[in-house]
């Protein structure tokens, strides 16, 4: 799966061989020092994933296993579920900051990350897979079925260049470019995303 780490005793006609015997193909791996420079499309490459609560890879995936999977891609640590990112993530933003590409937006128990275009990018229980589809359109869906409105945002932990999206109605912003601090790794562990799009949102900046 993406960002799975191996030990790598030789390469041979284009294939690496790895400690365990077997084989994988050589333009398949890439030195761990080695790191995508856009982590947002890293996830837009996952677009239509199956849903899969505790999910991190292309067979099935949560919203915070798809965060932390671009996240890593692209070099940065993250915790592995949504409480943790929140907390761990980021420091808050003026009511009024226009959010951008590369923001996150949580819910209770469930993150999504801001494109352009006011676009947000999430796994989820709704089309059960993972999705590209409007904030507002998102989070009206989550209101009328939660019969709450958002709550929470910060901003994401590595540049990302584009253009300002519109803001959403929220009690709390974090911007993490201004402080662009890494999080401490945690280690895997299943996630406690529940069963997708969960009530109170929030948003963060990575």
Not at 78 to 95: A, F, I, N
Not at 126 to 135: A, D, G, R
Not at 190 to 196: E, F, I, L, V, Y
């Amino acid at each position: 799966p993406l960002n799975a780490k191996l030990t790598i005793t030789e390469t041979q006609d284009r294939y690496a061989r790895l400690s365990n015997g077997l084989y994988v193909f050589e333009g398949h791996v890439a030195p761990l020092s080695s790191h995508a420079p856009d982590w947002l499309a890293v996830a837009e490459r996952l677009e239509g994933v199956p849903y899969l609560w505790g999910g991190k890879t292309a067979t099935g995936i949560d919203c915070s296993g798809l965060v932390q999977t671009a996240l890593e891609a692209g070099g940065i640590s993250s915790p592995r579920d949504t409480d943790m990112m929140e907390k761990g993530l980021g420091v808050s933003l003026p009511l009024d900051a226009p959010l951008k590409r590369g923001d996150l937006v949580f819910w209770q128990r469930h993150v999504g990350a801001m494109l352009v275009g006011a676009r947000l990018i999430h796994a989820n229980a709704h089309f059960m897979q993972v999705t590209i589809e409007p904030l507002a359109k998102a989070r009206a869906r989550i209101e009328s079925a939660e019969g709450l409105a958002a709550e929470d945002a910060t901003r994401d932990a590595a540049p990302c260049a584009g253009e300002p999206v519109q803001r959403p109605d929220a009690e709390h912003v974090v911007d993490l470019e201004r402080v662009l601090r890494q999080v401490e790794h945690v280690d895997e562990h299943p996630a406690r995303d529940g069963a997708g799009e969960q009530r109170t949102e929030r948003m963060h900046h990575i």
